[in-house]
């Protein structure tokens, strides 16, 4: 595979680090966030506890970069980062940044190596490394390096170096136990240890919910860990099973690629492979690596999906034509197996391999979704399937009988029917955002809905989260599995007027799209 293209990773020699690739979408994913400033002013104006959220990387910035020309020794380096107290070096040509020498470089590619120090540093630089702009948020520099296990971050400014930020520059701000949680999940070289470290999720969730994070936060840094299973899952996977005989991307649908998880998930995934591929030649290996991942992460708490949507079903590990196909039916034939279909593989979102595969195929989709009224029509039919528990005195109305008689549940009567809505405004836009707070966002920019009503439903939609947060810390923390049904009684009369209130917003908007569905506008 070559050496390691991600820099300062914890050194695992008989796996795999992640490719350049990864590396390359997870920056453009990081920029991209970093331009939606619309959404991320809400959640600064929703978080001010959190801190990381509300902290622009420029005030964590507290010194001039330490340089170096690519064609300095490697003893000029170590010299100077010991001179200057640093733990890294960045490699500047030209006015440009080349790459990025930290001290575990010296440490795994010198010294380990017993590599002359008289040699250019360009030699062991990690060269193209990650960046964030100088405009972003600490939160945005927790995500990225705790999805891409990196403890050095350069920050840009434009085309200019601006500075250096750190792991230690985020502990010492605010507590970043998601990105050491990510370092140690790629550290491990087995399912078992892999396993070990994903215990301790349940505990970030507590964290957050401590911090008072809004469950928007909640959800990235969750789902980032997430990620990070799934990524190094498919790194010893491939270990294991030897290199992929052609390209593919591991694709999260659902709750993941919505950065919507909670510590209780199950598993929503899929494989698009190149068109190169042949069933009789490469068939068993993605079956295989499909069944290990799969495996791996039922083993980390995530479960096996009950309707079987993930990669391990041969289904729902194709090529990318085949892929083309099933949402072109899905599109002009949405039938109600098509349309429940939709409600989980129109939300992907790239995890690991080859990203240009889930580019096109989600090009493809908008394209033909955007405008189709027939189609669109019967998304709304199935978006208002998933009501409100309000009863038609405007009460809130709880299960009537069963194990959960007595109770809401806020998943499916709650954070559904919300998600379900933003779903169709972003196919009747045509837009790619994924995560339900973003794609309200640019649905009130292109007037799929009114600012008014976007901003009521990002409001329920983070009362109900992060309802649906505490309510599964406070069972965590009896010593009982999280779940999704509140009774009322765990609320004060206060937050019972908040639910309803919500509920109320969710069904006018519901009662909106209805009537709009039945007078043809879209």
Same mark, same amino acid.
């Given at each position: 595979?070559?050496?390691?293209?991600?820099?300062?990773?914890?050194?695992?020699?008989?796996?795999?680090?992640?490719?350049?690739?990864?590396?390359?979408?997870?920056?453009?994913?990081?920029?991209?966030?970093?331009?939606?400033?619309?959404?991320?002013?809400?959640?600064?104006?929703?978080?001010?506890?959190?801190?990381?959220?509300?902290?622009?990387?420029?005030?964590?910035?507290?010194?001039?970069?330490?340089?170096?020309?690519?064609?300095?020794?490697?003893? +000029?380096?170590? /010299? @100077? =980062?010991?001179?200057?107290? *640093?733990?890294? #070096?960045?490699?500047? !040509?030209?006015?440009?940044?080349? &790459?990025?020498?930290?001290?575990?470089?010296?440490?795994?590619?010198?010294?380990?190596?017993?590599?002359?120090?008289?040699?250019?540093?360009?030699?062991?630089?990690?060269?193209?490394?990650?960046?964030?702009?100088?405009?972003?948020?600490?939160? +945005?520099?927790? /995500? @990225? =390096?705790?999805?891409?296990? *990196?403890?050095? #971050?350069?920050?840009? !400014?434009?085309?200019?170096?601006? &500075?250096?930020?750190?792991?230690?520059?985020?502990?010492?701000?605010?507590?970043?136990?998601?990105?050491?949680?990510?370092?140690?999940?790629?550290?491990?070289?087995?399912?078992?240890?892999?396993?070990?470290?994903?215990?301790?999720?349940?505990?970030?969730?507590?964290? @957050?919910?401590?911090?008072?994070?809004?469950?928007?936060?909640?959800?990235?840094?969750?789902?980032?860990?997430?990620?990070?299973?799934?990524?190094?899952?498919?790194?010893?996977?491939?270990?294991?099973?030897?290199?992929?005989?052609?390209?593919?991307?591991?694709?999260?649908?659902?709750?993941?690629?919505?950065?919507?998880?909670?510590?209780?998930?199950?598993?929503?995934?899929?494989?698009?492979?190149?068109?190169?591929?042949?069933?009789?030649?490469?068939?068993?290996?993605?079956?295989?690596?499909?069944?290990?991942?799969?495996?791996?992460?039922?083993?980390?708490?995530?479960?096996?999906?009950?309707?079987?949507?993930?990669?391990?079903?041969?289904?729902?590990?194709?090529?990318?034509?085949?892929?083309?196909?099933?949402?072109?039916?899905?599109?002009?034939?949405?039938?109600?197996?098509?349309?429940?279909?939709?409600?989980?593989?129109?939300?992907?979102?790239?995890?690991?391999?080859?990203?240009?595969?889930?580019?096109?195929?989600?090009?493809?989709?908008?394209?033909?979704?955007?405008?189709?009224?027939?189609?669109?029509?019967?998304?709304?039919?199935?978006?208002?399937?998933?009501?409100?528990?309000?009863?038609?005195?405007?009460?809130?109305?709880?299960?009537?009988?069963?194990?959960?008689?007595?109770?809401?549940?806020?998943?499916?009567?709650?954070?559904?029917?919300?998600?379900?809505?933003?779903?169709?405004?972003?196919?009747?836009?045509?837009?790619?955002?994924?995560?339900?707070?973003?794609?309200?966002?640019?649905?009130?920019?292109?007037?799929?809905?009114?600012?008014?009503?976007?901003?009521?439903?990002?409001?329920?939609?983070?009362?109900?989260?992060?309802?649906?947060?505490?309510?599964?810390?406070?069972?965590?923390?009896?010593?009982?599995?999280?779940?999704?049904?509140?009774?009322?009684?765990?609320?004060?009369?206060?937050?019972?007027?908040?639910?309803?209130?919500?509920?109320?917003?969710?069904?006018?908007?519901?009662?909106?799209?209805?009537?709009?569905?039945?007078?043809?506008?879209?």
């Amino acid at each position: 595979m070559g050496k390691p293209t991600s820099h300062d990773k914890a050194p695992a020699p008989e796996v795999p680090a992640p490719d350049r690739a990864s590396a390359r979408d997870e920056r453009a994913v990081t920029r991209t966030k970093a331009e939606s400033s619309g959404a991320e002013a809400y959640q600064r104006a929703m978080d001010p506890h959190l801190g990381l959220v509300a902290t622009p990387v420029r005030t964590l910035v507290r010194r001039q970069p330490v340089t170096l020309p690519p064609t300095a020794s490697i003893r +000029e380096t170590a /010299l @100077l =980062m010991r001179e200057q107290r *640093v733990s890294s #070096v960045l490699i500047v !040509d030209d006015g440009r940044l080349f &790459g990025i020498v930290t001290d575990r470089d010296l440490r795994n590619r010198v010294i380990a190596e017993d590599l002359g120090t008289d040699r250019p540093i360009r030699d062991i630089a990690t060269a193209a490394p990650l960046t964030i702009e100088l405009g972003s948020t600490a939160f +945005e520099a927790l /995500l @990225l =390096m705790a999805r891409s296990n *990196v403890h050095h #971050v350069p920050v840009m !400014d434009g085309q200019s170096v601006a &500075g250096m930020i750190t792991a230690t520059d985020l502990t010492e701000h605010h507590s970043t136990s998601a990105v050491f949680l990510a370092g140690e999940i790629y550290k491990q070289t087995s399912v078992e240890g892999l396993t070990r470290a994903s215990t301790r999720i349940r505990n970030l969730q507590r964290n @957050l919910a401590a911090a008072d994070a809004t469950a928007y936060a909640t959800g990235q840094v969750v789902t980032a860990i997430t990620d990070a299973l799934t990524t190094r899952l498919l790194q010893l996977g491939e270990a294991q099973l030897g290199p992929a005989p052609i390209d593919y991307a591991w694709v999260a649908a659902g709750s993941q690629a919505r950065s919507e998880q909670t510590a209780k998930s199950d598993q929503d995934n899929f494989m698009v492979l190149d068109d190169a591929y042949d069933a009789a030649r490469h068939g068993e290996y993605f079956k295989a690596l499909a069944a290990f991942v799969c495996a791996g992460l039922d083993a980390c708490g995530y479960i096996y999906c009950p309707g079987e949507m993930m990669a391990m079903t041969d289904t729902w590990r194709q090529p990318l034509r085949a892929w083309k196909k099933y949402f072109h039916q899905w599109i002009e034939e949405p039938e109600p197996k098509a349309l429940m279909l939709t409600c989980v593989f129109f939300d992907l979102r790239h995890v690991h391999g080859r990203a240009a595969l889930v580019d096109e195929l989600r090009d493809y989709f908008l394209a033909r979704a955007k405008g189709n009224g027939i189609f669109l029509a019967y998304m709304v039919g199935n978006a208002l399937s998933h009501q409100p528990p309000l009863n038609m005195f405007g009460k809130i109305a709880t299960e009537r009988k069963g194990e959960h008689r007595g109770t809401i549940d806020l998943k499916h009567t709650g954070v559904v029917p919300i998600v379900d809505l933003a779903r169709v405004y972003a196919l009747a836009g045509g837009h790619p955002q994924v995560n339900t707070q973003d794609r309200l966002d640019v649905a009130s920019q292109s007037r799929e809905v009114s600012e008014d009503s976007a901003r009521d439903l990002r409001d329920a939609l983070e009362f109900l989260a992060v309802t649906r947060i505490r309510h599964q810390v406070r069972q965590m923390d009896a010593g009982q599995a999280p779940d999704n049904f509140l009774a009322l009684k765990e609320l004060s009369n206060f937050e019972r007027t908040q639910l309803k209130d919500a509920f109320a917003v969710v069904q006018t908007l519901q009662s909106v799209l209805g009537q709009r569905h039945q007078a043809g506008r879209f």
